[in-house]
Structures are given as structure tokens and as C-alpha cells.
């Protein structure tokens, strides 16, 4: 699974970027961002290693998933602004550090190599294991209070990638007219700014 942590260590560097000699994007970075995308790749890892663990056992296996899914669900609700009965995984919210990192490892072909535990785990929620937003909303998740969680780093970098490629100016249909503020772009910034 391709996360912006893997790919911003293999995305390369141009000449045209200050501080050449850097093989990779991840040497340009500062210090507290490369630390957090190491802490996603070792929380990653270690999930993985849970759900995969050698002579496990079918049930365990299950019960581990299940567990998993269901704080991938509560971490979902707590960045979620909407109370609307719109199934969790179609409800618009901050995608947390805590949900980026249950859903990559969850999702990864070491987990997905488990397909009877995976099938269990639907039966249990009364669904089928086609799609992991299938699983999530088929079983009625508690609502959970508390603080919002921490943003991930890869959702804010994405998110700042979009305002940066979105015009300045919009030029209307005519072909002397002026070009207009771009005022969705603006609307955009400040909820992303607000958001975080």
C-alpha cells in the first residue's frame, strides 16, 4: 500500500531544489517530520506483526482484527464533525495519526494473506469482507467522547499539496474579461487551517 510516508522517502530531488547532494525528499525534511513518518513506518510494522504473528490461531487472529477495525471506527467518530447518521466511513473528518496507521496495516498484503480470519470477521459484522468501508460501517459503533486526535502528517502534506496545484485566478468564460480571486481556493485554506 502506497502511503505519502513511503513515498516521500523514494520521491527524489531535483537539482533545482536548495541543498542538493539529498538522494530522496525525506533528507529535506525537518527533523520532527522525519521523525514522525519514522513512527508511522515502526507503529506500521508492529501492527502488522501483530496480526500476522506465526501460530496465532484462527479465533486470536479474528479477535485482533476485530479489535483493530474497532479503533479504526472510534478513532474515525472522534475527528468526525458530523453527527449525521451517514455510515463511518463515508462521515468527512480529519483522518487521524491513529487511523492512517491501523487502516495501512490493516490493509497491507501481510494482513490481507489471512483471508479466513478476514471472512470471520465479516460474518461477525453481517457483511462481506469486499471492501474495508463494508467492514466498517456494517457494525454499530459506540459513540466515543473525548479530544480530538492527532492529525497525520501525510493527510496535512496532501491536503497543502492540493491548495498549492488549485489556481490563484480564475479567468471567467469571456475572453476579455479580467481574472477573478480564486475565493474557493481561499474558502479552502481556512478550513483546512481551522481543521488542524
Not at 477495525?69 to 462521515?91: G, W
Request: glycine share 4%.
Amino acid at each position: 500500500m502506497q502511503t505519502f510516508h513511503s513515498l516521500v522517502c523514494e520521491v527524489e530531488t531535483t537539482p533545482l531544489v536548495s541543498g542538493g547532494g539529498q538522494d530522496s525528499l525525506y533528507g529535506l525534511l525537518p527533523a520532527s517530520i522525519r521523525s514522525c513518518i519514522k513512527a508511522f513506518a515502526v507503529v506500521r510494522k508492529w501492527f502488522i506483526l501483530k496480526i500476522t504473528a506465526l501460530k496465532l490461531g484462527l479465533h486470536r487472529r479474528q479477535v485482533r482484527l476485530e479489535r483493530l477495525l474497532q479503533a479504526v471506527q472510534i478513532s474515525r467518530i472522534r475527528n468526525s464533525d458530523s453527527t449525521s447518521s451517514t455510515p463511518i466511513s463515508e462521515k468527512p473528518c480529519v483522518r487521524s495519526f491513529v487511523e492512517a496507521v491501523l487502516t495501512s496495516a490493516l490493509l497491507s498484503p501481510e494482513s490481507r494473506m489471512y483471508g479466513r480470519a478476514w471472512q470471520n470477521v465479516a460474518n461477525t459484522r453481517r457483511t462481506t469482507a469486499d471492501t474495508f468501508s463494508a467492514l466498517l460501517d456494517s457494525s454499530n459503533a459506540q459513540t466515543s467522547t473525548g479530544d480530538s486526535l492527532l492529525v497525520d502528517i501525510g493527510w496535512l502534506f496532501e491536503r497543502i499539496l492540493e491548495v498549492i496545484v488549485m489556481p490563484n485566478v480564475v479567468t471567467p468564460p469571456a475572453e476579455d474579461a479580467q481574472g477573478l480571486v480564486n475565493f474557493e481556493k481561499r474558502r479552502y485554506e481556512d478550513s483546512l487551517v481551522e481543521s488542524t
